[in-house]
Nanobody, 117 residues
Framework: EVQLQASGGGLVQPGGSLKLSCAAS????????MSWLRQAPGKRLEWVSI????????TYKDSVKDRFTISRDNAKNTLYLQMNSLEPEDTAVYYC??????????RGQGTQVTVSS
């Protein structure tokens, strides 16, 4: 059974930083591209960043480019999202997912990120 568990969220002031982690199990993590998604209150789920299976190619939503960094440790079956210069608009539940055949699948339990003073 595929399991993806995000963690590391919390309450942070504008301009602050957080690092999210996603523990993966039940599939061969090193074979799959992975992604981070988020859903803000009252809004649709949106993708934030994608990383290829080897960690050498990354893509970001324009609004987070130069502030967020996606990475992975295939030896630890873990995906990361370093978020800097956080803005209130980044407030959302963040999820990790497998990105297979250009589809975000197996979205796991999310972690709440709240940016507020």
């Amino acid at each position: 059974e595929v399991q993806l568990q995000a963690s590391g969220g919390g309450l942070v002031q504008p301009g602050g930083s957080l690092k999210l982690s996603c523990a993966a199990s039940g599939f061969t993590f090193s074979n799959d591209n992975m992604s981070w998604l988020r859903q803000a209150p009252g809004k649709r789920l949106e993708w934030v960043s994608i990383i290829d299976s080897t960690g050498t190619s990354t893509t970001y939503k324009d609004s987070v480019k130069d502030r967020f960094t996606i990475s992975r440790d295939n030896a630890k079956n873990t995906l990361y999202l370093q978020m800097n210069s956080l803005e209130p608009e980044d407030t959302a539940v963040y999820y990790c997912a497998r990105f297979v055949a250009r589809v975000h699948t197996n979205r796991g339990q999310g972690t709440q990120v709240t940016v507020s003073s």
